[in-house]
């Protein structure tokens, strides 16, 4: 087990490689590590509850966490996933207000922990800290208002095409993409018979082969046909 100085140790080297955090002070980052803690957690453990309190901030130091939008009746909706170096749990800080959504680890994940107060007093200590959650509010906005604009005009093959393409995309296009079909109808806004149905359809067809938990893309011509409802 690492001695408390060996585990701020440990914490200072991950924020200096974070890019949020890149370029501020040294003072501040070792201030802001003798704070804060990683954290470990299993896949399918939850890090809040949509409604829980607002109390610390995240980085995500390993594993892949989904962001969760829960409706009033039992429904979700992943409207972000967040990755090594990424923050999340910062806006219920920054408005003082209770978590808007929940955050599920998607994989077996390692997280720094930032208390609410330690957060807040390194924005006020540092103006640059300052512009960079403005720039990445104003990111996720920009991300999420597209997001929204695939819901609303993208019937149910355009909005499953148009995922499939962005999650090959993230995996360098390799056309190997391992999800679920629960973890596609969250992240579509569909119910899962939909996206069983639409994807039994495009196996048939050759756009693409299933299996447990697992999909290869095999025709992307056809796919971004389908993003842009060019065929049916």
Same mark, same amino acid.
């Given at each position: 087990?690492?001695?408390?100085?060996?585990?701020?140790?440990?914490?200072?080297?991950?924020?200096?490689?974070?890019?949020?955090?890149?370029?501020?002070?040294?003072?501040?980052?070792?201030?802001?590590?003798?704070?804060?803690?990683?954290?470990?957690?299993?896949?399918?453990?939850?890090?809040?509850?949509?409604?829980?309190?607002?109390?610390?901030?995240?980085?995500?130091?390993?594993?892949?966490?989904?962001?969760?939008?829960?409706?009033?009746?039992?429904?979700?909706?992943?409207?972000?996933?967040?990755?090594?170096?990424?923050?999340?749990?910062?806006?219920?800080?920054? !408005?003082?207000?209770?978590?808007? +959504?929940?955050?599920?680890?998607?994989?077996?994940?390692?997280?720094?922990?930032?208390?609410?107060?330690?957060?807040?007093?390194?924005?006020?200590?540092?103006?640059?800290?300052?512009?960079?959650?403005?720039?990445? !509010?104003?990111?996720?906005?920009?991300?999420?208002? =597209?997001?929204?604009?695939?819901?609303?005009?993208?019937?149910?093959?355009?909005?499953?095409?148009?995922?499939?393409?962005?999650?090959?995309?993230?995996?360098?296009?390799?056309?190997?993409?391992?999800?679920?079909?629960? =973890?596609?109808?969250?992240? +579509?806004?569909?119910?899962?018979?939909?996206?069983?149905?639409?994807?039994?359809?495009?196996?048939?067809?050759?756009?693409?082969? +299933?299996?447990?938990?697992?999909?290869?893309?095999?025709?992307?011509?056809?796919?971004?046909?389908?993003?842009?409802?060019?065929?049916?």
């Amino acid at each position: 087990m690492k001695s408390r100085g060996e585990a701020v140790a440990d914490i200072l080297n991950f924020l200096r490689d974070v890019p949020l955090l890149s370029n501020l002070g040294g003072s501040s980052l070792s201030s802001l590590a003798r704070e804060c803690w990683f954290m470990g957690i299993e896949k399918g453990g939850v890090i809040f509850f949509q409604s829980d309190p607002s109390e610390s901030a995240y980085i995500v130091r390993s594993g892949n966490i989904s962001v969760v939008l829960n409706s009033p009746d039992g429904r979700e909706m992943v409207i972000n996933e967040m990755r090594k170096g990424e923050l999340f749990g910062e806006l219920g800080i920054l !408005t003082n207000r209770n978590r808007s +959504t929940s955050a599920i680890a998607r994989a077996g994940s390692e997280l720094l922990v930032i208390p609410r107060e330690a957060f807040l007093r390194i924005i006020g200590d540092e103006p640059l800290m300052t512009r960079r959650m403005l720039e990445l !509010t104003a990111s996720r906005l920009q991300n999420s208002s =597209e997001r929204e604009g695939a819901l609303v005009f993208m019937d149910a093959q355009a909005r499953l095409a148009h995922l499939l393409l962005e999650l090959d995309k993230q995996e360098a296009d390799t056309g190997y993409i391992t999800i679920s079909q629960d =973890e596609l109808a969250q992240r +579509t806004g569909l119910i899962r018979q939909t996206v069983a149905k639409t994807l039994g359809n495009w196996r048939r067809r050759g756009i693409l082969l +299933t299996g447990r938990g697992r999909i290869v893309l095999l025709d992307h011509k056809a796919l971004r046909e389908l993003e842009n409802n060019l065929i049916v």
